[in-house]
């Protein structure tokens, strides 16, 4: 067993309701943020990585190794024995007066990660180091707590969460570039039919698998990897990421719009709720009136409008001089992230869902309207990052779903999702939200390999 | 807006705290189980999903649509308008006396999910219609609720969840097959390396990774899924599964063992107070006997024996006539299943951890023993399942990482990785859990393929 120590988080949360100095002797283990010697008198601000906050270690040369202690580096994982002693003239509310320093694990002197601004580019190549950082100690907590919140929203409305698969034969929106999966044969040769049979792709979506649970389980979520092999070199595209699936039965696109402004506004809410700290840290280091935004969401019912009326709106800005990159917009137009951005920023001036897409755009399981035209999907878009959600009511009508299979020819291996239609089907619906984005919007970060542990791009594999 | 309707859950819920037949009119939709009519009167077995428990439909001959009531099929999908009416003297408290039933969605003749006892060979080839079947609506809700109750048993502990990658340039085991991931480069030609520009493979493992966020966070833990492209046909091999992999720093073998131990008592204790009903459903009609196995396990400490003892054992227990299937054990044989098998249910009679093994059957990452033979690692060994934790402690010290790292020629691309002990590293442990199986043992489910949603194992991949 190794010794036990009490966390940074402990201290600034037992925090005035308990007197810490009564606790006597304590240690605490971390590392270094950095270390400033004046000579009698030391001080070390120690992360341990539970909290955001650091605690200031105050040494003196008392300590037995004391000239050992004046040499720690920036990076180092230190033990420290001592007493909290308060501080209520100071920013920090108390600090340690140490007894003891010991190393843990040095830290070489090349570290890459000084006490110092860097930019989100360096710290990239340094992702192994990097939430270490500020930045990157919030974002990632963030992801963290917002992943369980996700989780507890989901199930505390009685949601089951489906493990969908990653590997398949099949590909849900029938468009995409996909990652294909090889192993190698008995001879040694690179083979993509050996192992399965058949050739088989890394999944763009869990949608088809999880809408056989929701026909089982009533009201379903997937919470998994996704994947596409598009090399977009974009701050909003990444190679693979999370995704939530929801799918909800005896649900139109109506229902399924408040169930997404429901997410959103619960996602708000919960990382302010839950990390408050870090979300300070965006506010002021990252993106200024961050909470504001988020704020005005929380509390403003989402607009609604229809991409027929989208498009008249669009060709109206053009008319009255808006330059778009592209001005060439005409009903069957598939909306680029500029318009859908000036709809959202410049027209709803908050949340948009812009729904009843042309069938033509649209992918083959969305539910056709009366029109024959378009189909009942749905995107929400935000100020400041465009689409977050797109959603749709599902085809529940076995000779329709079955006819739009037969035109985009994906009919085959596909004969399972058609028997939920033919099996006691149901009006259902549901949406997918990308985790990383989401985060993005969140954070106020706006690069999608920021918000990822270890991003996958193009090209970009070095960890 | 879809009309809406009360769950079943929520009415087994609300019984008998509030008087549900002062409900007046309610509606109930879900899926027809089983419809019996004897003429005047008849009986809809009704499942929702919401909950494991169905309800009972009462309708006689006024209902406008009496005829077509009478013929709908087991699988249908129906909404029920109705008052409930107590029935103490039944085995369920309560039905549901309908004065409308509307169908929603017909059932095809052909349903291959009649009301009879299947198959599970048979149901996995239609896993999209298994999760009505009462063994995998039990076994999925489990799954989505112990889902949750690891992310809380984590994050209530201070862990940070990092969703490590998927695709990696590296093999955090070192050995094990994996699958390659390809694209069509531009001439269409299929390439291993035209998207990354190097080789990249399906993730066996996030360690690696999740030991750099450890040395950041203090304790983090990834849940997500791994791969293996092993043709292994047996119960408890699939070639996609969910792992959990936890990484605690200022922790050795030992404390990370006591977490280990939480760990599984944590699950079995959720699953009891969770899923009440499926577990009595898993103990009468899947594993007579569960439920006292699994209470036993919470109230007991586990056993620790080395794996030198084990040897000894093993040894003597075949001088003294048993028999296994493999009887040659000598000192550095990396010992079967049916050996660790009778290690933990013949000699410990419970789980059981094995702990330090010959370094030569072991990862490269494993701390080395000051013997120089062993290193710090563990398996968790249950009866009735094996193995279902493998865990050790890292070895944290720069040279001797270095030094078995070029021994087995993976020190390029891992750079990244040694850097973690050159900067601030520390004394840090963890484990990883098979999900799927840890399933299979709390719930008696004895193949793989039955756990996992939509199994894939070599020349599996129907859905």
Same mark, same amino acid.
């Given at each position: 067993?190794?010794?036990?120590?009490?966390?940074?988080?402990?201290?600034?949360?037992?925090?005035?309701?308990?007197?810490?100095?009564?606790?006597?002797?304590?240690?605490?283990?971390?590392?270094?943020?950095?270390?400033?010697?004046? #000579?009698?008198?030391?001080? =070390? !601000?120690? +992360? $341990?990585?539970?909290?955001?906050?650091? @605690?200031?270690?105050? *040494?003196?040369?008392?300590?037995?190794?004391?000239?050992?202690?004046?040499?720690?580096?920036?990076?180092?994982?230190?033990?420290?024995?001592?007493?909290?002693?308060?501080?209520?003239?100071?920013?920090?509310?108390?600090?340690?007066?140490?007894?003891?320093?010991?190393?843990?694990?040095?830290?070489?002197?090349?570290?890459?990660?000084?006490?110092?601004?860097?930019?989100?580019?360096?710290?990239?190549?340094?992702?192994?180091?990097?939430?270490?950082?500020?930045?990157?100690?919030?974002?990632?907590?963030?992801?963290?707590?917002?992943?369980?919140?996700?989780?507890?929203?989901?199930?505390?409305?009685?949601?089951?969460?489906?493990?969908?698969?990653?590997?398949?034969?099949?590909?849900?929106?029938?468009? #995409?570039?996909?990652?294909? =999966? !090889?192993? +190698? $044969?008995?001879?040694?040769?690179?083979? @993509?039919?050996?192992? *399965?049979?058949?050739?088989?792709?890394?999944?763009?979506?869990?949608?088809?698998?999880?809408?056989?649970?929701?026909?089982?389980?009533?009201?379903?979520?997937?919470?998994?990897?996704?994947?596409?092999?598009?090399?977009?070199?974009?701050?909003?595209?990444?190679?693979?990421?999370?995704?939530?699936?929801?799918?909800?039965?005896?649900?139109?696109?109506?229902?399924?719009?408040?169930?997404?402004?429901?997410?959103?506004?619960?996602?708000?809410?919960?990382?302010?709720?839950?990390?408050?700290?870090?979300?300070?840290?965006?506010?002021?280091?990252?993106?200024?009136?961050?909470?504001?935004?988020?704020?005005?969401?929380?509390?403003?019912?989402?607009?609604?409008?229809?991409?027929?009326?989208?498009?008249?709106?669009?060709?109206?800005?053009?008319?009255?001089?808006?330059?778009?990159?592209?001005?060439?917009?005409?009903?069957?137009?598939?909306?680029?992230?500029?318009?859908?951005?000036?709809?959202?920023?410049?027209?709803?001036?908050?949340?948009?869902?812009?729904?009843?897409?042309?069938?033509?755009?649209?992918?083959?399981?969305?539910?056709?309207?009366?029109?024959?035209?378009?189909?009942?999907?749905?995107?929400?878009?935000?100020?400041?990052?465009?689409?977050?959600?797109?959603?749709?009511?599902?085809?529940?009508?076995?000779?329709?779903?079955?006819?739009?299979?037969?035109?985009?020819?994906?009919?085959?291996?596909?004969?399972?999702?058609?028997?939920?239609?033919?099996?006691?089907?149901?009006?259902?619906?549901?949406?997918?939200?990308?985790?990383?984005?989401?985060?993005?919007?969140?954070?106020?970060?706006?690069?999608?390999?920021?918000?990822?542990?270890?991003?996958?791009?193009?090209?970009?594999?070095?960890?």
């Amino acid at each position: 067993m190794q010794p036990k120590a009490i966390t940074v988080r402990s201290l600034y949360e037992r925090f005035p309701s308990e007197d810490l100095t009564k606790l006597g002797e304590i240690h605490v283990q971390g590392w270094v943020r950095t270390n400033r010697d004046s #000579g009698s008198i030391g001080f =070390i !601000a120690l +992360n $341990d990585g539970t909290c955001f906050k650091t @605690v200031q270690i105050v *040494y003196n040369d008392k300590l037995a190794n004391h000239d050992e202690v004046t040499h720690i580096l920036t990076g180092a994982c230190i033990r420290v024995g001592g007493r909290v002693v308060y501080t209520p003239e100071m920013k920090q509310p108390f600090e340690i007066h140490a007894t003891s320093v010991e190393v843990l694990g040095e830290c070489a002197s090349d570290y890459p990660l000084q006490k110092k601004r860097h930019s989100f580019e360096y710290l990239r190549d340094i992702a192994h180091l990097r939430p270490r950082a500020n930045t990157f100690l919030a974002l990632y907590r963030v992801r963290s707590v917002l992943a369980l919140g996700i989780h507890e929203f989901f199930q505390g409305k009685g949601f089951v969460y489906v493990h969908t698969p990653e590997i398949t034969g099949n590909d849900a929106e029938g468009a #995409g570039q996909t990652f294909t =999966i !090889a192993t +190698n $044969d008995d001879e040694g040769k690179l083979s @993509v039919t050996d192992f *399965y049979g058949k050739p088989t792709h890394l999944t763009v979506s869990g949608q088809l698998h999880v809408e056989s649970f929701a026909l089982a389980f009533h009201d379903v979520y997937t919470f998994g990897p996704t994947f596409r092999a598009e090399k977009s070199n974009t701050p909003r595209h990444a190679s693979e990421f999370w995704m939530i699936e929801p799918e909800i039965c005896f649900a139109d696109l109506e229902d399924d719009m408040e169930l997404m402004e429901e997410t959103i506004k619960f996602c708000i809410q919960y990382v302010f709720d839950h990390c408050p700290d870090e979300m300070d840290f965006f506010d002021k280091m990252i993106a200024p009136g961050l909470k504001d935004k988020l704020n005005h969401v929380l509390t403003t019912p989402f607009k609604r409008m229809t991409y027929t009326e989208a498009v008249e709106v669009l060709q109206k800005a053009v008319q009255n001089g808006h330059k778009f990159e592209e001005n060439n917009i005409y009903w069957g137009f598939d909306l680029l992230s500029e318009h859908e951005r000036y709809l959202t920023e410049e027209v709803a001036k908050g949340p948009l869902f812009l729904t009843d897409y042309p069938a033509g755009i649209k992918a083959f399981y969305m539910r056709e309207n009366d029109d024959g035209k378009t189909v009942a999907a749905c995107d929400l878009l935000v100020p400041g990052e465009g689409e977050i959600i797109g959603g749709s009511q599902r085809e529940e009508r076995y000779e329709v779903l079955k006819k739009k299979m037969e035109a985009c020819g994906n009919e085959k291996g596909l004969e399972w999702y058609l028997d939920t239609r033919k099996y006691g089907g149901c009006i259902h619906s549901g949406f997918g939200i990308g985790f990383d984005r989401l985060l993005m919007y969140l954070t106020g970060i706006t690069n999608i390999r920021d918000t990822e542990p270890f991003p996958r791009t193009s090209s970009n594999i070095k960890f």
